[in-house]
């Protein structure tokens, strides 16, 4: 591939391989140091030898890739703070599960959930030793208290608990992804018992919220409706945390959600807008050198303000490369401003490489450098708006084409009306972000006209009722797309054999597109084969019991929900969607299962268990059953007893004692997950 010709994007493919290693591998620190400094050395004498050699080598060139796969080791190592000696965690361990007086910052506020507000805080001492790191605070929710502003300092007794593992089969791993940002444990407290502390400290992210709070407490003036203030929010300063759950579904089955997250489009805008204004700039002794510093700084200034986002982060590093090589005089190749921009972002947050939104945002700028050229010639035209109109559509084709197999695997579904959304929305988004920075502006100035703000919020409702209107056509939205990891590397694999082909057609490249084709079909037979054979599940469903039977590729569910939790839960969906099964069909609720030469014996509410000659091999306590669990054991002698979710607690830590006292296994869904029979 000629993309790999450049060198800054072999070096920074090198350097996400050891970010991975050192992220899945626990590689000690020091043995890293060691490893790396003597590689380096290596390096240093090899540039040497070579420089003064006629006949190169590759021994250079392996030893460099293999230095930054090293340096990507180290750098996860390092940012690791647990290797912090005054983290957190060190004192956790030397008193766990102890209710102590935890001190802490505010970092930023979260969507809140539906009985908590949500921050993530930095600790300052636990107890009264001083500590570092961060960890995810809910607040019970009240009516009355206000929410928490960033920067303010709060002590509460209260203790540390772990961030629960996902309790079901292929459920979204919430513990997962707060540790790739460095969370580990949560606490948990109420309004009444927070108590202020005061502090003149202000941070970047405490500056950049007053900005924000202040902007919004402006714009309220203007009689916004939520909703719009909502999307103004995620447009201009990058938090989307007050977006209600259906605009934000409305998006996303549109295909429109990227919208929604400032990146390469707001940003390259924005860099637009500040180079006409400081061109006179240039004009001066050194002021093409002042002018960039200013564009440099000005756009970090607004990555702060929005966040810090990955896509935001992304953006601002990559048009900050364009804009130092544009005072340098130096021609840009994209992707090695990409490859370079990517470098810089993953050596100060390695974790990103994990994030959505850094995967998406970049798959979606490299498939469009690549394959929007190749779309755009297909058809010419002399006339601006068709012109326009067509290369809206041939970017957004190769943008999806970057990000849909990673989108299938995240998300599930394909909106197949993407691009008729994105026609209209994109050339209406710049006249929103023009219009946008205008409206803030004047409004900051008290200035902003009435109707002016009023256009503004018509434009943003005519925006967000179009998409809901894409959105209700589900006949185009497919959902529940099975779409495992294997599926995207072929995925990806047969798109540039695609794209290869189209550009140089030859026996190679048909070559190359053919295996691509025989691997994923391998990948089918292999998914296939994979599929659970028979296995019987109890789910975790809190207050409700839920039961599915995978049999055949066929899964059996039944349950005990209302027709609204039904509709709501999403646990059999997320089994079958794991596991690459066709079809679900609803079952009532048995009492006694047998699953070959395995048995499961259901007792309910009405504790009804009376069977002659009938020993279970496995017994589930479901609603609570007012029962005698000694008399049960010494009757029905069974191997394991299994309590789900809709049981009271305290007649869970009741049957769990009775259990250990006779040594008999105990399985708790709540604690421990879903109980799987494989039979």
């Not at 920074?12 to 000690?28: E, H, Q, S, V, W």
């Not at 708006?385 to 849909?404: E, N, R």
């Not at 972000?433 to 434009?459: D, E, M, Q």
């Not at 899964?555 to 709501?568: M, Q, V």
Request: proline letters at 3%; charged letters at 15%; glycine letters at 4%.
């Amino acid at each position: 591939m000629r993309l790999l010709n450049f060198t800054i994007i072999k070096l920074t493919f090198c350097f996400i391989i050891g970010i991975a290693i050192g992220y899945f591998y626990n590689i000690p620190l020091s043995l890293n140091l060691l490893v790396t400094g003597v590689i380096v050395v290596l390096l240093l004498i090899l540039f040497y030898v070579s420089k003064n050699q006629f006949i190169k080598t590759v021994w250079f060139g392996s030893f460099s890739f293999l230095a930054m796969i090293l340096v990507g080791i180290l750098v996860t190592n390092l940012h690791n703070e647990k290797s912090n000696s005054i983290h957190y965690t060190h004192q956790l361990s030397k008193e766990k599960d102890s209710i102590k007086y935890i001190t802490f910052r505010i970092r930023e506020v979260l969507k809140p959930g539906a009985y908590y507000d949500k921050y993530i805080v930095d600790l300052l001492e636990v107890g009264e030793t001083k500590v570092t790191g961060k960890t995810l605070l809910n607040i019970q929710k009240d009516a009355l208290s206000k929410p928490l502003l960033v920067d303010a300092i709060y002590i509460s007794k209260t203790t540390f608990k772990d961030v629960i593992n996902p309790l079901n089969p292929h459920q979204f791993n919430y513990k997962n992804h707060l540790e790739k940002h460095y969370i580990y444990h949560q606490i948990f407290t109420s309004g009444s018992h927070l108590f202020k502390l005061e502090s003149n400290k202000t941070t970047c992210s405490g500056i950049a919220n007053s900005i924000r709070r202040h902007i919004n407490e402006k714009l309220k003036l203007h009689h916004f409706k939520p909703d719009e203030l909502a999307i103004i929010n995620a447009l201009l300063l990058g938090q989307r945390q007050d977006i209600s759950e259906e605009v934000y579904t409305s998006y996303t089955n549109a295909g429109a959600i990227h919208i929604l997250a400032i990146s390469g489009l707001h940003i390259g805008l924005i860099l637009l807008f500040l180079k006409s204004i400081l061109k006179p700039i240039e004009r001066l002794r050194h002021g093409r050198f002042i002018n960039t510093i200013l564009l440099v700084s000005l756009l970090w200034s607004f990555a702060i303000i929005a966040g810090l986002s990955a896509s935001v982060t992304r953006a601002v590093t990559m048009f900050s490369v364009i804009a130092i090589a544009q005072n340098l005089k130096r021609p840009t190749n994209i992707y090695n401003t990409l490859a370079i921009s990517m470098l810089v972002i993953l050596l100060f947050k390695p974790l990103f490489l994990f994030d959505v939104g850094f995967q998406l945002s970049y798959l979606a700028v490299f498939s469009i450098v690549a394959i929007d050229p190749l779309l755009y010639k297909l058809w010419k035209t002399n006339y601006y708006i068709p012109d326009k109109l067509w290369h809206t559509l041939t970017v957004t084709i190769a943008a999806q084409c970057g990000i849909i197999p990673l989108s299938l695997f995240y998300f599930h579904q394909f909106p197949s009306l993407f691009f008729l959304s994105n026609l209209v929305i994109i050339p209406l988004l710049g006249v929103i972000l023009g219009y946008g920075i205008v409206v803030i502006v004047l409004a900051v100035l008290n200035i902003l006209p009435t109707f002016a703000a009023t256009i503004y919020g018509y434009i943003i409702d005519f925006m967000t009722r179009f998409v809901g209107w894409i959105s209700k056509q589900e006949a185009f939205l497919f959902k529940d797309i099975p779409f495992g990891i294997l599926y995207v590397f072929v995925a990806y694999l047969f798109i540039i054999g695609l794209v290869q082909f189209y550009i140089k057609r030859n026996y190679s490249t048909l070559k190359f597109l053919i295996l691509t084709v025989l691997i994923g079909q391998s990948a089918l037979i292999y998914t296939t084969y994979k599929q659970p054979k028979n296995e019987f599940i109890i789910f975790h469903k809190s207050r409700q019991s839920l039961l599915g039977n995978s049999f055949n590729n066929r899964f059996y569910s039944a349950s005990d929900f209302d027709s609204i939790t039904a509709a709501k839960s999403k646990i059999t969906t997320e089994y079958r969607i794991g596991n690459h099964i066709k079809t679900i069909q609803i079952d009532s609720l048995k009492n006694v299962y047998l699953l070959n030469n395995k048995s499961l014996l259901v007792i309910d509410s009405l504790g009804i268990y009376n069977l002659k000659s009938f020993q279970p091999d496995y017994v589930l306590l479901r609603k609570s059953p007012k029962i005698n669990l000694n008399r049960l054991i010494d009757s029905l002698k069974p191997k394991y007893i299994i309590a789900d979710g809709s049981n009271y607690k305290s007649d869970l830590e009741y049957w769990e004692a009775i259990c250990k006292k006779r040594k008999l296994p105990f399985h708790q869904t709540s604690k421990k997950g879903a109980f799987i029979i494989h039979y």
